[in-house]
């Protein structure tokens, strides 16, 4: 299959989760024999923080604005099988009009921010990326988060159809590499700067490192303000390029993710961080949401913490347990959360497309 996408960026992971689960996605799809070019507006800041390599079956389109590249756009429509819009997409509305007006079998947006855009709505704004007519239009609406939030794409939105297609990982590049000095910690945090995180981050990571001066604590990512709350056991490393993740948490004797307040609030929603670092054999901790427990067992592939006192805890485990802990998250993201398995999950789902279609014609 052909797969046109309009997003917000696969060449940058500058400040955003997009680029590096799409590339994950576009790599299990490239190894099934599938092809995706992808739309991207060229943006300074991302132009200034480019860290995509050559892909195979990957194309990417960087365009100054719409009207430029509208024609080319239409162009890649007319070939395709597969046409794509997703959240945060700069040119979503234009992208989704050109989309819905074609012939393609099968017409799909893709919210990677599902939590971010039903609290939008229910705040009475507009979302900048959605058509005014909601997602009616579409043979199928994909969501990076499961649960509830499915039926409420459905009843506030108007989806025909709407599935989750979690985030994966790419086990070729990420797994145990030998561990980085200067990355070393006892526990780190990787994750551009959110302020709704920051209560928890400052509960589960910055007080942990107060109470433990002798400890090291590591924070890798971008965005982070002047007055947030250093200790002098924070260590920070301004923006990890993905290459450079498996390095990170491979360097970390254990690692915290930290969800945003609207995604936790919905659950079923897996950062592909937690799956970056559970294949690189990296023990996690992670604040609650329901569904979690779908994707790992806690207690046993995963640590959970919702207070300062559980990250101490799970700090004071000893290695060999928390190497038991690592091993087995391992495994199993091998075999449920790869992005050869995200690629035959989608392909899956656009099957069912086709079926549909042939059925109303028969």
Known sequence: MKLVVFGLTITSSWGNGHATLWRSLC??????????????????????????????????????????????????????DVGMVTSYCPDGIAASALLLSSTLPARLFYDLDTPVTLDRLAAGERVAYLPPEGLSGFDL???????????????????????????????????????????????SYLGTYAADRQPALER??????????????????????QDFPWAENIFFLRHMPPPQHPAFFSSSRLTLNVTRRAMAALGWCPSGRIFEAAACGTPILSDWWEGLDHFYTPGEEILIARSTGDTIAALDLSNAELHRIATRARQRTLEEHGCDRRAAELEAVLGRIGSS????EA
């Open 27 to 80: 790599r299990g799809l490239a190894r099934r024999g599938h092809r995706v070019t992808f739309f991207e507006r060229d943006t300074s800041w991302y132009a200034g923080a480019r860290d995509l390599a050559e892909m195979p079956g990957l194309e990417t389109v960087l365009y100054p604005d719409w009207d430029s590249v509208r024609r080319r756009a239409e162009q890649e429509l007319n070939g395709a």
């Open 141 to 187: 609406v994909l969501s990076f988060t499961g649960g509830a939030a499915l039926q409420r794409l459905r009843s506030e939105l108007g989806a025909r159809e709407a599935v989750p297609l979690y985030g994966s990982v790419d086990p070729a590049s990420h797994h145990p590499v030998p561990p980085v000095e200067d990355f070393r910690g006892d526990l």
């Open 204 to 225: 589960l990571f910055v007080e942990a490192a107060r109470r433990l001066p002798d400890r090291r604590f590591v924070i890798g990512g971008a965005l982070y303000p």
């Open 357 to 360: 279609a042939a059925e109303l």
